[in-house]
């Protein structure tokens, strides 16, 4: 499969929870362990265009869950409008925002956006979604919606808009429906290191003061990515702590019988841009969904995925909410490791 025979699937992230990947999916996910063993690390790297067909081809995938995690993104938007904030002095890097998205999608998706563009007066089309939306940039009562909002209804992942200013970045904006139990509500006007603040180990090792010095001096131009990744049972896209009693008594649903149905590998790739006008960092976080059953179709997969959370720092388990069911995770996937050697890299060969 490729970009031009794209085919959109119909699927619910709630309720019945009608999901997979097809083939092709699977062979792209971004498999985040590059060895046998992780820490939490930075391991930032330049956002340059990947390998033909992976997810690093384009600047912000398109997959053939569009549509459908479109749709999921209006319905919690519809229950919870406060998923999408901007404080008064964001707007500016809201229109940059709306430009940096559909002047690329526009480029690497041509049979699907189209961007015509005469002075202000600006056309955005969108097939997939049936838009056509005329419209004047930097007039917002042209549009629907601000425009951070508008154009990040119609792209996947979650969209933080950072201010720089004091030797710091502040989440002073953002469109956050998919997170992986934390609240754009509560973390709102807070700066780099407050919202890092519950994550376990990463303080002690300097993690995030490195990670700091790198965000704040990238350039224009010159983006940068990283692969973060936690478990979720069912493919549920919103495990928002606002939320939590919908999804929070999941993991007592899970049993050595359907583990390996009901567990899911969710990785984020994330990526840092810095935007032209009002210098703000944005940073996109794309969740990807893979069963454990579908995982496993590749042995090397299998293998590290076994030895990584076998081997996992409690505290890191913990963090990201999968110690309960940790040990039900290990057991199933031993039956694919006979110990054999794994090779470099995250590639599934």
């Known amino acids: 499969m490729s970009q031009n025979v794209l085919q959109f699937k119909e699927e619910t992230f709630r309720d019945d929870f009608v999901y997979s990947n097809s ?178 180990l990463a303080h002690e090792l300097g993690i995030f003061q490195r990670a700091l010095k790198f965000l704040l001096a990238i350039p224009q131009g010159a983006p940068a990515r990283r692969l973060n990744w936690t478990m979720t049972v069912h493919p549920r896209h919103d495990t928002s702590p606002e939320n939590y009693p919908k999804w929070g008594p999941d993991r007592t649903t899970v049993t050595a019988d359907n583990v390996s149905e009901l567990m899911y590998l969710r990785v984020e790739l994330q990526s840092f841009w810095r935007l032209p006008r009002s210098n703000a960092l944005v940073f996109p976080i794309r969740c990807y969904l893979i069963q454990l059953n579908e995982l496993v179709s590749h042995p090397k997969w299998a293998k590290r995925f076994h030895r990584v959370l076998r081997d996992l720092p409690k505290e890191l388990a913990e963090y990201k909410g999968f110690e309960r069911n940790r040990a039900l995770m290990v057991h199933w996937l031993s039956q694919f490791d006979d110990g054999a050697l794994t090779s470099p890299g995250g590639g599934p060969n």
Not at 48 to 61: H, M, P
Not at 90 to 118: C, Q, S, V
């Open 23 to 200: 083939r092709w999916a699977i062979d792209r996910f971004p498999f985040p362990f590059d060895k046998d063993s992780y820490m939490y690390a930075v391991n930032l790297e330049p956002h340059t265009t990947g390998r033909a067909g992976s997810v690093y081809e384009k600047s912000f995938d398109v997959d053939e869950h569009y549509v459908a995690e479109m749709r999921e993104r209006a319905l919690t938007l519809l229950e919870d409008p406060l998923r999408c904030q901007s404080l008064p002095h964001m707007t500016l890097a809201g229109w940059d925002l709306l430009e940096l998205i559909m002047t690329h999608k526009a480029r690497d998706y041509p049979e699907l956006f189209e961007l015509h563009r005469n002075g202000l007066q600006w056309r955005w089309i969108n097939k997939p979604l049936g838009i056509e939306q005329s419209f004047i940039f930097g007039d917002e009562a042209s549009l629907p919606y601000g425009p951070m909002e508008y154009i990040t209804r119609q792209s996947q992942g979650d969209w933080c808009v950072l201010d720089q200013r004091d030797g710091n970045l502040w989440m002073d904006a953002g469109m956050v429906t998919t997170q992986a139990d934390w609240s754009l509500d509560f973390d709102i006007g807070m700066n780099f290191f407050e919202w890092h603040a519950p994550v376990p």
